[in-house]
Every structure is written in C-alpha cells, then in structure tokens.
C-alpha cells in the first residue's frame, strides 16, 4: 500500500531521511508525536531569546539585555508543552535556565551584535526546486557591510569534529539555494554559530555547491517517492538510536511499524524547523528589502509563520 509524500522538504527532513528512512516515516508520513527534551527546548529557549535581542537597536543588544530576553523567553514557554512536557522540579529548571544562560553569554564570544545588520529573523521561505518544494526558516538573515546576504544558523549543541564539519553545513547550503531562488541573490556567507564551544563554522557558497545541494534534494525526493509508493522504509541502526523517540515500533529493537498508526494523529505536522518558534518577521529597524529583494511567498515586514516542531 502506497503511503501519501510531504509535501514539502526541509533541512530537517532531508536530515532525518538520510540518518533513518524509518524514523522519518513516523514523524513525517505517520506524524507520530515525540516527547520533548531538554536539548531541544534548551535550543528553542535561546533562539527565542536571540531573535527578541535582535530586535533592539543595534546599541541595545548588550548582554544584559540578552539575559533579560532570556527571562522573558523563559516567561514565554512557561505553559508550552515544549516545557511543561520535560516535568523539571524547581531545581532541575534552575540548573536548565542556568545552561541557556551560559550559552547566551558565550553567543557575545562570537560577535558582536550591534554590527548586525539583520534583514529577517525566523524567517520562513518556500520555493520549488526541480519540481520539489522547498521550505526552511532561517535563524538569521543579514546583509554585510557590503550589502550581501548573510545566513546565519544558531547551534545550542556541541561543534561536529573536522570529519563532519561539511555534513552539519547542509542545512545553511540549504537555505542559500532558497535565498539564491527567491532573491536573485546567492548570499556571500553561511555560518553556523555553535554556542556551546563557541565556535564559528564558516563557508562561502558557490556555483558547485548550489548544484550540489540541487543534485541532492531531487534524489532524495526521488527516494522518498519510492519509498511511498512502495511502503518501504528501512530502519538504520546507529548511534542516534540512542535519542530516537520511536524505537518501540522499530523492527530493529523488536517494535511493529504498523503498530505505529495506532498513535498517528491528525495535526498538522509538516514543519520546515527543528523547535517551535515563536513567528518570525522581519525588524522594523532593518532596511527595507529592494528588489529582487522582495519574494511574493514572503510577506514583508509581517509575521512570517513558523511550522511546529518535529519537522
């Protein structure tokens, strides 16, 4: 029996195929809910609190005024399910609030913000590539001194090793394909800031990597069309079975993948992000956006949405 495709691809879902055909089955086709953890709401926290930072003026961003955005970021997800799912005693969230502190404080080793100049922030954007609609929301999208785009990425987990450093740069080649669409403009710079090192990993993109990262979505679009239409997703066994949330219906840890349906719910749950996020816009402060600037699938300066976690 054939399952129904996504209807989008996204950095997240590209990820989740290519490390598990069978868990992206379960949290893309079969929409299973996942219980949250303390990493993921850690870094949904922070982003929060950095996209508030970033909408001060410029000379206001300091730390203290980061630290504050993180309290009401914290404010902000007191009833989230994100949150109340992870049952924290009041210790326990202190020491959790205390680690998004740490890494607030670390994101000012990396740069200072009040040279930012950002254009877009969660913002949400969709094109169709080779017949595959595309959509990502990207952390942070700037222009540089010289007016060129620049797209930023905020990791809450640690820096990969050298031997995987080109793999974790996938997600921002991603959406530099989706700015190069869109905006007639292919940005100057990708860089994931990782904030627990901290550590920035910087790379220019190119006419080779943009067709790069085209080859790739359309021949994983292709295998997840064939998977569908034959009902055929393999599980892969490996290190990341250890926070998989759906080894209980994994043949590989002796689950029933079809007993996956009887937990299958209904909403919507094809998202373009990891964590949800409050909705994203573009800064009143910001220059507005000339054209091409200015994609019809993206409403400026309004809310942009956000899609919800789990995508």
Same mark, same amino acid.
């Given at each position: 029996?054939?399952?129904? +495709?996504?209807?989008?691809? &996204? !950095?997240?879902?590209?990820?989740?195929?290519?490390?598990?055909?069978? #868990?992206?089955? @379960?949290?893309?086709?079969?929409?299973?809910?996942? &219980?949250?953890? /303390?990493?993921?709401?850690?870094?949904?926290? /922070?982003?929060?609190?950095? %996209?508030?930072?970033?909408?001060?003026?410029?000379?206001?961003?300091?730390? $203290?005024?980061?630290?504050?955005?993180?309290?009401?970021?914290?404010?902000?997800?007191?009833?989230? !399910?994100?949150?109340?799912?992870?049952?924290?005693?009041?210790?326990?969230?202190?020491? @959790?609030?205390?680690?998004?502190?740490?890494?607030?404080?670390?994101?000012?080793? *990396?740069?200072?913000? &009040?040279?930012?100049?950002?254009?877009?922030?969660?913002?949400?954007?969709?094109?169709? /590539?080779?017949?595959?609609?595309?959509?990502?929301?990207?952390?942070?999208?700037?222009?540089?001194?010289?007016?060129?785009?620049?797209?930023?990425?905020?990791?809450?987990?640690? #820096?990969?090793?050298? %031997?995987?450093?080109?793999?974790?740069?996938?997600?921002?080649?991603?959406?530099?394909?989706?700015?190069?669409?869109?905006?007639? %403009?292919?940005?100057?710079?990708? %860089?994931? *800031?990782? *904030?627990?090192?901290?550590?920035?990993?910087?790379?220019?993109?190119?006419?080779?990597?943009?067709?790069?990262?085209?080859?790739?979505?359309?021949?994983?679009?292709?295998?997840?069309?064939?998977?569908?239409?034959?009902?055929?997703?393999?599980?892969?066994?490996?290190?990341?079975?250890?926070?998989?949330?759906?080894?209980?219906?994994?043949?590989?840890?002796? $689950?029933?993948?079809? +007993?996956?349906?009887?937990?299958?719910?209904?909403?919507?749950?094809?998202?373009?992000?990891?964590?949800?996020? !409050?909705?994203?816009?573009?800064?009143?402060?910001?220059?507005?956006?000339?054209?091409?600037?200015?994609?019809?699938?993206?409403? +400026? !300066?309004?809310?942009?949405?956000?899609?919800?976690?789990? &995508?």
């Amino acid at each position: 029996m054939s399952l129904e +495709l996504p209807r989008t691809l &996204s !950095p997240s879902k590209v990820s989740s195929f290519t490390d598990c055909a069978l #868990a992206f089955r @379960f949290s893309v086709i079969d929409r299973l809910p996942e &219980s949250p953890s /303390v990493a993921a709401t850690k870094g949904s926290l /922070v982003h929060r609190a950095l %996209q508030h930072l970033f909408d001060r003026e410029p000379q206001a961003r300091t730390i $203290g005024a980061a630290l504050d955005d993180l309290a009401r970021a914290g404010a902000e997800l007191r009833d989230d !399910p994100e949150l109340t799912g992870l049952h924290l005693d009041a210790d326990a969230e202190a020491a @959790f609030m205390a680690e998004a502190e740490v890494l607030v404080r670390r994101y000012f080793e *990396l740069e200072d913000p &009040s040279t930012i100049r950002p254009i877009g922030l969660e913002l949400m954007l969709e094109t169709e /590539v080779g017949g595959v609609t595309l959509r990502g929301i990207i952390d942070r999208l700037e222009l540089d001194a010289d007016g060129r785009l620049v797209v930023t990425d905020y990791k809450t987990g640690k #820096a990969p090793t050298e %031997q995987f450093e080109q793999g974790r740069l996938g997600g921002v080649h991603f959406y530099a394909l989706l700015c190069e669409r869109l905006f007639g %403009q292919r940005p100057a710079r990708i %860089q994931l *800031l990782y *904030l627990a090192d901290p550590l920035a990993i910087v790379c220019t993109p190119t006419d080779a990597s943009s067709r790069a990262m085209e080859r790739k979505v359309g021949a994983i679009w292709s295998a997840v069309e064939r998977a569908c239409a034959r009902d055929d997703f393999r599980p892969r066994p490996s290190k990341l079975c250890a926070w998989c949330g759906f080894k209980a219906f994994c043949p590989a840890f002796g $689950g029933d993948p079809d +007993l996956a349906h009887d937990g299958a719910h209904d909403g919507a749950h094809d998202g373009a992000h990891d964590g949800a996020r !409050p909705a994203g816009r573009v800064p009143d402060l910001a220059p507005p956006l000339a054209p091409p600037l200015a994609p019809p699938l993206v409403a +400026l !300066p309004g809310p942009v949405g956000v899609a919800a976690s789990g &995508s």
